[in-house]
């Protein structure tokens, strides 16, 4: 065991004992409330009520019929027997998730800010030299391995020439690098497109390879693989890759694989992404807090502790013997990039997770194209960790804490509990809580829990604290997503093993070389999210619900937010797509 994870252990141990003692020295922390609560609810009574309104007797005392007053009585009596303590059990399970969860959460920052305070760099923990000759024999092969710059690209009509060009202008000795774009485009135009560029950059010098193949089995992961088969890729010791609207630096090679000569244990090196369309949009906006506080502070964290983290499956750059001893790419799930590098660590090998290095890419432009993506990635997440737990607690190459911290933390915690407590208590449970006054919700676990999770997202951002009433309102739509996706992935549902690629946007609306896609009309149903939109129709009841008959709690004003927020998601009202369009 290294003193990265003890160390990480030691910061866990004390997040949870923190919020522990907060809880307990302030009273917040009450399980005393008994768990059956509300009236009893009396079987044989009920059983002779329903015969009394058949056959038009009842034991009300009022002439013959069944009134108004026995229904009610009927509703409490159900709600306060039945329905109340259901919900008390899952309001329970919800506020365990939720410590949990926060507990998680403070553990990240706490490294994260223990990192930013102190100035830590992973040269500070891994050996860092220029290659030599780095200035005075630039271009010859004496000093510079055989690297592989891998392009997956599937129609990549707006972005294939940002992405190519960047790499063929990487700085690296020419007949040291190769530059392999795999082309997996169905349109015969995008693809002539690809190809032209590919030989255009031959002509100029650069050892630049294209490959296609005749279907898309395995998706990304399949494309990856092939890549890997051919003799040339065999030959080379590292593979860098970059999705198609990537374009790394020209350094980026000069600084990245200094890693690997110096520690022959590190497999991956992961930069960090930015993005060139962040002011697009209220949206693009919202999605770089979430990007950035899964940068800043989960990544950070796993490499300054356990030198673990997930693959972001673009910007990095793979050795390639760990590809090969983790059995190379798999398409079992959707996240091909999580699971390779959860293999490759169990067996012995490092990550390094440099936020120094920058690497432009474009976030979704559109509500669909994000929510497409974060299906993917929560669904494929849930998946991976049911066909892998079993691996992680048999490996024998990896300590009891980093198995711990995979399976728990990594896994159950953001994959499972983050998305499920998220969407089930504040989407679910609080707005129902109107109509049950039985049903009793400790104010720590729904007021306390979340001003900390504001509070451990705001601390690294607080350049966009102003956007962060929007995050959270979009988080809470957002949630409704990741909870289905995850359920998908860990009962292999439907859906749980599609693939719908990012649409990406470029700038190629300044670039009259290439035109653009005809402009098509939208059916209504691709312009409305029903789903949005019917659990606007349920909060906004419960909101008005909470204000005709307010009880011991007033949510309303909350649940309206809500509400308004599954609306304009529901229409589109968001990005640089609208209803309107």
């Given at each position: 065991?290294?003193?990265?994870?003890?160390?990480?252990?030691?910061?866990?141990v004390l997040?949870?004992?923190?919020?522990?003692?907060?809880a307990?020295?302030?009273g917040?922390?009450?399980?005393?409330?008994?768990?059956?609560?509300?009236?009893?609810?009396?079987?044989q009574?009920?059983?002779?009520?329903?015969?009394?309104?058949?056959?038009?007797?009842?034991?009300?005392?009022?002439?013959?019929g069944?009134?108004?007053?026995?229904?009610?009585?009927?509703?409490?009596?159900?709600?306060?027997?039945?329905?109340?303590?259901?919900?008390?059990?899952?309001?329970?399970?919800?506020?365990?998730?939720?410590?949990?969860?926060?507990?998680?959460?403070?553990?990240?920052?706490?490294?994260?800010l223990?990192?930013?305070?102190?100035?830590?760099?992973?040269?500070?923990r891994?050996?860092?030299?220029p290659?030599?000759?780095?200035?005075?024999e630039?271009?010859?092969?004496?000093?510079?391995?055989?690297?592989?710059?891998?392009?997956?690209m599937?129609?990549?009509?707006?972005?294939?020439?940002l992405?190519?060009?960047?790499?063929?202008?990487?700085?690296?000795?020419?007949?040291?690098?190769?530059?392999?774009?795999?082309?997996?485009?169905?349109?015969?135009?995008?693809?002539?497109?690809?190809?032209?560029?590919?030989?255009?950059?031959?002509?100029?010098?650069?050892?630049?390879?294209?490959?296609?193949r005749?279907g898309?089995?395995?998706?990304?992961?399949?494309?990856?693989?092939?890549?890997?088969?051919?003799?040339?890729?065999?030959?080379c010791e590292?593979?860098?890759?970059?999705?198609?609207?990537?374009?790394p630096?020209?350094?980026?090679?000069?600084?990245?694989?200094?890693?690997?000569?110096?520690?022959?244990?590190?497999a991956?090196?992961?930069?960090?992404?930015?993005?060139?369309?962040?002011?697009?949009?209220?949206?693009?906006?919202?999605?770089?807090m979430?990007?950035?506080?899964?940068?800043?502070?989960?990544?950070?964290?796993?490499?300054?502790?356990?030198?673990?983290?997930s693959?972001?499956?673009?910007?990095g750059?793979?050795?390639a013997?760990?590809i090969?001893?983790a059995?190379g790419?798999?398409?079992?799930?959707?996240?091909?990039?999580?699971?390779l590098?959860v293999?490759?660590?169990?067996?012995?090998?490092k990550?390094?997770y440099?936020?120094?290095?920058?690497?432009?890419s474009?976030?979704?432009?559109?509500?669909?194209?994000?929510?497409?993506?974060?299906?993917?990635?929560?669904?494929?997440?849930?998946?991976?960790?049911?066909?892998?737990?079993?691996?992680?607690l048999?490996?024998?190459?990896?300590?009891?804490?980093?198995?711990?911290?995979?399976l728990?933390?990594?896994?159950l915690?953001?994959?499972?509990?983050?998305?499920?407590?998220?969407?089930?208590?504040?989407?679910?449970?609080?707005?129902?809580?109107?109509?049950?006054?039985?049903?009793?919700?400790?104010?720590?676990?729904?007021?306390?829990?979340?001003?900390?999770?504001?509070?451990?997202t705001?601390?690294?951002?607080p350049?966009?604290?102003?956007?962060?009433?929007?995050?959270?309102?979009?988080?809470?739509?957002?949630?409704?997503?990741?909870?289905?996706?995850?359920?998908?992935?860990?009962?292999?549902?439907s859906?749980?093993n599609?693939?719908?690629v990012?649409?990406?946007?470029?700038?190629?609306?300044?670039?009259?070389d290439?035109?653009?896609?005809?402009?098509t009309?939208?059916?209504?149903?691709?312009?409305?999210?029903f789903?949005?939109?019917?659990?606007?129709a349920?909060?906004?009841?419960?909101?008005?619900?909470?204000?005709?008959?307010?009880?011991?709690?007033?949510?309303?004003?909350n649940?309206?937010?809500?509400?308004?927020?599954?609306?304009?998601?529901?229409?589109?009202?968001?990005?640089t797509?609208t209803?309107?369009?």
């Open positions: 065991m290294e003193g990265g994870e003890i160390g990480g252990a030691l910061l866990f997040a949870a004992a923190a919020a522990l003692a907060t307990v020295s302030t917040a922390v009450d399980f005393s409330r008994p768990l059956t609560v509300g009236g009893r609810l009396d079987f009574d009920t059983i002779s009520w329903f015969i009394g309104v058949f056959d038009g007797s009842s034991s009300s005392e009022s002439a013959g069944v009134s108004l007053a026995d229904v009610y009585e009927l509703w409490v009596r159900v709600r306060g027997g039945v329905i109340a303590p259901v919900l008390q059990v899952a309001v329970w399970a919800c506020m365990v998730m939720s410590v949990m969860l926060v507990v998680e959460a403070m553990y990240n920052c706490l490294v994260s223990g990192v930013k305070v102190i100035g830590w760099r992973p040269e500070w891994f050996k860092w030299e290659i030599a000759g780095d200035d005075e630039k271009g010859t092969d004496a000093h510079y391995p055989m690297v592989l710059v891998q392009i997956p599937y129609n990549e009509l707006e972005v294939y020439k992405s190519i060009g960047a790499a063929c202008e990487l700085e690296w000795p020419k007949d040291r690098i190769i530059v392999q774009v795999l082309d997996d485009s169905t349109d015969p135009y995008i693809k002539n497109l690809v190809e032209l560029e590919c030989e255009d950059w031959a002509s100029k010098g650069m050892n630049i390879k294209y490959t296609t005749s898309r089995k395995g998706f990304k992961a399949g494309a990856l693989k092939k890549g890997m088969e051919y003799d040339y890729a065999k030959q590292y593979v860098a890759i970059f999705d198609a609207d990537f374009q630096e020209q350094d980026f090679l000069l600084r990245t694989v200094p890693f690997f000569m110096h520690n022959p244990k590190v991956l090196v992961q930069a960090r992404w930015t993005f060139v369309n962040v002011t697009a949009s209220l949206l693009t906006r919202v999605q770089k979430f990007f950035d506080y899964h940068f800043k502070v989960e990544q950070e964290a796993g490499s300054a502790t356990f030198s673990f983290f693959f972001n499956g673009t910007a750059v793979w050795r013997a760990a090969k001893e059995g790419w798999k398409d079992r799930t959707t996240v091909e990039d999580m699971d590098a293999r490759a660590t169990l067996k012995g090998w990550f390094i440099v936020g120094d290095i920058r690497v432009k474009e976030l979704p432009s559109t509500y669909k194209a994000y929510c497409r993506q974060q299906f993917r990635w929560s669904c494929g997440g849930a998946h991976l960790f049911r066909q892998v737990a079993k691996d992680i048999v490996a024998k190459g990896v300590s009891v804490v980093k198995k711990l911290h995979m728990y933390s990594f896994f915690v953001r994959r499972v509990v983050a998305p499920t407590v998220t969407c089930i208590l504040y989407n679910i449970i609080l707005p129902i809580s109107v109509m049950i006054p039985e049903l009793f919700i400790p104010v720590w676990g729904i007021a306390y829990i979340p001003m900390v999770l504001l509070v451990v705001a601390i690294r951002h350049k966009n604290i102003h956007i962060l009433p929007f995050w959270i309102l979009f988080e809470n739509v957002m949630t409704m997503h990741r909870l289905r996706a995850a359920l998908a992935g860990l009962f292999e549902l859906e749980f599609e693939w719908v990012t649409k990406k946007v470029g700038n190629n609306f300044e670039d009259t290439v035109p653009l896609l005809q402009k009309r939208k059916r209504i149903r691709d312009r409305v999210n789903r949005e939109i019917l659990f606007a349920f909060l906004f009841f419960c909101a008005s619900y909470n204000l005709v008959f307010p009880g011991k709690t007033s949510y309303y004003f649940l309206y937010l809500q509400g308004l927020a599954f609306v304009f998601l529901g229409l589109n009202f968001t990005g797509c209803w309107c369009q």
